[in-house]
């Protein structure tokens, strides 16, 4: 599907946006990137200093440039955007010494240039580094979420940006100061992850995930908190999906006395309560295998909604937004995920439920 079906989605639901910007995680990609999808990309906006800067860098460890993609943008006057002066998406060759590394060498090889490059960047303001990961595009601005559209051409369906996964908000972070990087979806190391509402735990999350990983960086928005858990017990502690929901909502200590698992859930309780969330909100997150889940809070108090049909599946706020991309569809199989409940979407397309 390209962008533009994303954006369709949530034109409906434009109550609650500000206005203040979009932001877009592409997986599986297609179309122009289609030829080099095991080759890292790298999603950056930045000045042309900024520009000399990651190239220079990417020389100097021995990144081989192999195809550069521009968006054609429409720069008319009057559109809403805080645009960057530059805008680059380009895939990579690994360095001669990496290429017969292992998938985990690779994997932190690829963490640690992104984190460097956005060092790199920051000190003098000339650029956002947002992604650098095979078959992943992202995108990230300031302003408003259809003037954004029309200054990328997201709204032409013209074949060159297409992926299987789109994850995508028309909003910015607006709990803290807006800039580019608090913008939802999040990206770590194949994991993708947006949300709707707040964490009133972000202060206790953020201290304990600090000295977790070095990946854990930011903290732009209080929404962080939650892909760097997702990332710690699927990627660090290897364990199923469904634990993610045990720690960021543990169940109530009367009902887990009752559980035959309850051994291993007073032990989450203990060793990960720090990284327990609190307040409303719906959370939908893609993983590296190409799933895509959503749940939500422990009292359920932001809406979400999943539907679809043979050839698509789609998961967001509003069921508006589902009626625009999906009016054929069988409503009655649309799913409200309750507050215990985590629906996972895998990459056929089959929708499985699991009550916590």
């Given amino acids: 599907m390209h962008p533009s079906m994303a954006l369709r989605l949530m034109l409906p639901q434009q109550e609650g946006h500000d206005n203040s910007g979009f932001a877009m995680v592409m997986q599986d990609l297609d179309g122009v990137f289609a030829p080099y999808k095991d080759k890292p990309l790298l999603s950056l906006a930045c000045t042309s200093k900024g520009m000399q800067i990651v190239s220079d860098y990417m020389e100097e460890k021995g990144f081989v440039q192999v195809f550069q993609w521009k968006p054609d943008m429409d720069l008319r006057p009057g559109l809403r955007i805080a645009a960057m002066p530059g805008y680059v998406f380009r895939n990579y060759d690994y360095p001669e010494r990496a290429r017969h590394s292992s998938r985990e060498e690779c994997e932190e090889l690829l963490l640690d240039t992104r984190l460097a490059l956005r060092n790199l960047l920051e000190g003098g303001e000339n650029g956002f580094v947002y992604s650098f990961w095979p078959d992943v595009l992202t995108l990230k601005e300031i302003g408003d979420p259809s003037d954004i559209a029309a200054c990328f051409r997201l709204w032409d369906d013209d074949g060159r940006l297409m992926a299987k996964s789109i994850v995508s908000q028309c909003r910015q972070n607006t709990n803290y100061a807006i800039v580019r990087y608090a913008a939802h979806p999040f990206f770590l190391q194949g994991y993708t992850l947006c949300t709707n509402g707040e964490n009133t735990f972000f202060t206790k999350n953020r201290e304990c995930q600090k000295a977790l990983h070095r990946g854990y960086i930011g903290f732009e928005s209080d929404s962080q908190n ?101 009016p054929d569809r069988d409503t009655s199989k649309d799913i409200y995920p309750h507050e215990r409940e985590m629906v996972v979407i895998d990459k056929d397309l089959t929708v499985r439920r699991w009550n916590q």
């Fill in 226 to 326: 939650f892909l760097y858990t997702l990332h710690y017990v699927l990627h660090e502690l290897k364990w199923p999906i469904k634990y993610y929901k045990h720690v960021i909502t543990p169940l109530p200590f009367v009902e887990v006395e009752n559980r035959t698992d309850k051994k291993e859930l007073l032990l989450i309780r203990e060793a990960l309560a720090h990284l327990e969330i609190n307040g409303p909100n719906a959370i939908i997150g893609h993983l590296p295998d190409g799933q895509m889940f959503t749940c939500c809070d422990s009292k359920k108090l932001r809406p979400v909604v999943l539907g679809g049909n043979d050839k698509m599946v789609a998961i967001t706020s509003e069921v508006c937004g589902l009626n625009t991309i999906l």
